[in-house]
């Protein structure tokens, strides 16, 4: 079964840039739909960006409009979100996901069970 890691989480402080990682094991992501969420303890998963096929389009959300750019590695098993002018509100568990069903803009594609998501980084963003 396929798995996904993100890695790249930690402390920063407010105004600073952190790039996260998403790869995916053994097999490729370059077909599938990939998407960045993020969660705090006793809120709603909250959508971040998308990076849909066939052409690599990007959508976010839009807290992250202009600040968060999300991208796929080269090698095609791994994906990015790079973050700048991170703000304390940033402060989450940054979440990836893949999907055969469609890009993550699709409520479907957030909820159906057959997408694979990783367990999560933990962002934190002093003020």
């Known amino acids: 079964q396929a798995q996904l890691q993100e890695s790249g989480g930690g402390l920063v402080q407010a105004g600073d840039s952190l790039t996260l990682s998403c790869a995916l094991s053994k097999r490729t992501l370059s077909n599938y739909d990939m998407g960045w969420f993020r969660q705090n303890p006793g809120k709603e998963r909250e959508f971040v960006a998308a990076?849909?096929?066939?052409?690599?389009?990007?959508y976010y959300g839009g807290s992250v409009k202009g600040r968060f750019t999300v991208s796929r590695g080269s090698a095609k098993n791994t994906m990015y979100l790079h973050m700048n002018s991170l703000k304390p509100e940033d402060t989450a568990v940054y979440l990836c996901?893949?999907?055969?069903?469609?890009?993550?803009?699709?409520?479907?594609?957030?909820?159906?069970?057959?997408?694979?998501w990783g367990q999560g980084t933990q962002v934190t963003v002093s003020s």
């Open positions: 996901a893949a999907t055969l069903a469609g890009d993550f803009r699709s409520q479907y594609s957030r909820d159906t069970t057959s997408t694979y």
């Open positions: 990076l849909s096929r066939p052409d690599d389009s990007t």
